[in-house]
């Protein structure tokens, strides 16, 4: 079996894939099969590649980078200085490097920081980026959770502040922040109080100052664009992502008659079990004849090995978002996914089209002892707040086993 354009194989994983070989200074190469658009302004826009060198994004992963592109698209922002703070991650590493392939196709600037690269790497960062945080009007970030970037931005003089969406996590980040709450990851178990905590709560409490709208009449705007179902708190400006950006440059993809799986990292997470995680995507599998698995990013290698094993299911790793992989195709009619992102943003990605996406519920008996708290009632939000998903409860899949 082939796997879909953009992707490439791991040996001893059939149909996954790994990042190309990396160069730090390099620009990074042309994705093949996307040729680079040429474009007119129509009046009263701005040139393609006009810089505006007000505007400051910060990502950590290829999903933020997409959902910049999305927002300058919608924004109309032209020539964005975008800089990578890179993970260690291969795998997002890999991603991250086509996302930023095409964010410079698009005009805009990509400034790439081994923000990890060792213990003195991130005195090296900040002191590089500071004078760009000093003369930026707007900055924009992906993971208002983040610590490098809660720090970065105690140090921004921007008025103007815009949050894209980092997956599902800005559900939580809206709600913490509604409830004027400290800024933790839904799946984090533990009081927030440990040492690295509490070397980081000034920069924390920082940031969510930052990210609260001033009183009305102030001179700091908070922007959030979404594509999630969050109800905002008065004074975020919420502007929806129909993923406009994405349509308009890929697709419509060609559809293929069996189904595919989206995986998640749950478990890498340790909100699910492993066990119970892998029978029911083997049931999902033989109920709706899917021969696909599309590994998220942070899956494990041995996780993967074992549902090749056991389920028989071809695994793919892919190489951009799926949103984008999704939409370029090929692609199946039916795309099977557990509480996630994708149940979300799909649907808009690949409106127009005849594919159908549908989410299988969480067990409560799926999660592990260590889960958060919060994880069965996040998980069950993130499902039923899903729009134009079919919702799959999660006896049926293990009663097909």
Not at 75 to 92: C, E, I, K, N, R
Not at 210 to 221: F, S, V
Not at 235 to 246: K, P, R, S, Y
Not at 269 to 293: K, N, Q
Request: some cysteine; aromatic content about 4%.
């Amino acid at each position: 079996m082939t796997s879909p354009e953009g992707t490439r194989a791991v040996p001893g994983t059939p149909g996954a894939e790994v990042p190309p070989p990396e160069t730090t200074d390099t620009p990074a190469r042309r994705l093949r099969g996307v040729p680079r658009q040429r474009r007119t302004a129509r009046s009263g826009e701005p040139r393609p590649g006009a810089r505006d060198t007000g505007t400051l994004a910060f990502v950590e992963s290829p999903v933020q980078l997409l959902n910049v592109l999305e927002w300058a698209h919608t924004a109309q922002a032209t020539g964005l200085t975008v800089v990578v703070l890179s993970p260690h991650d291969p795998m997002t590493r890999g991603q991250l490097r086509r996302m930023a392939e095409l964010a410079r196709d698009e005009g805009h600037t990509v400034r790439w920081e081994e923000a990890r690269g060792g213990p003195t790497a991130p005195m090296r960062t900040i002191g590089g980026l500071t004078p760009l945080l000093r003369r930026a009007r707007r900055v924009v970030i992906g993971d208002p959770f983040s610590r490098y970037v809660q720090l970065l931005l105690s140090l921004a003089r921007a008025r103007d502040l815009v949050v894209v969406d980092d997956g599902t996590a800005t559900m939580e980040f809206i709600s913490q922040l509604a409830r004027g709450e400290q800024l933790v990851r839904w799946h984090r178990n533990g009081s927030g109080r440990g040492a690295r905590d509490l070397i980081f709560a000034p920069f924390s409490a920082t940031a969510r100052r930052r990210l609260t709208p001033a009183p009305e009449g102030g001179r700091r705007t908070v922007g959030l664009f979404s594509s999630m179902p969050v109800e905002a708190p008065p004074g975020v400006e919420v502007t929806t992502n129909e993923f406009a950006w994405t349509r308009g440059r890929f697709g419509p993809p060609r559809l293929t008659r069996a189904a595919d799986i989206v995986g998640t990292s749950l478990v890498e997470t340790g909100v699910v079990d492993t066990e119970r995680y892998l029978a029911a995507v083997g049931s999902l599998a033989r109920t709706h004849g899917a021969t696909r698995y599309f590994a998220h990013r942070k899956e494990s290698t041995e996780k993967l090995r074992r549902l090749v094993g056991e389920t028989g299911l071809e695994i793919v790793r892919p190489d951009l978002p799926l949103e984008l992989i999704a939409r370029r195709g090929p692609i199946g009619r039916l795309i099977v996914s557990f509480p996630s992102t994708v149940v979300h943003t799909l649907p808009l990605a690949l409106r127009g089209t005849e594919v159908k996406v549908a989410v299988c519920d969480i067990d409560p008996e799926w999660l592990t002892a260590n889960a958060s708290p919060r994880a069965q009632g996040f998980l069950d939000g993130v499902t039923g707040t899903a729009r134009d998903v079919q919702r799959l409860p999660f006896t049926q899949p293990m009663a097909a086993g």
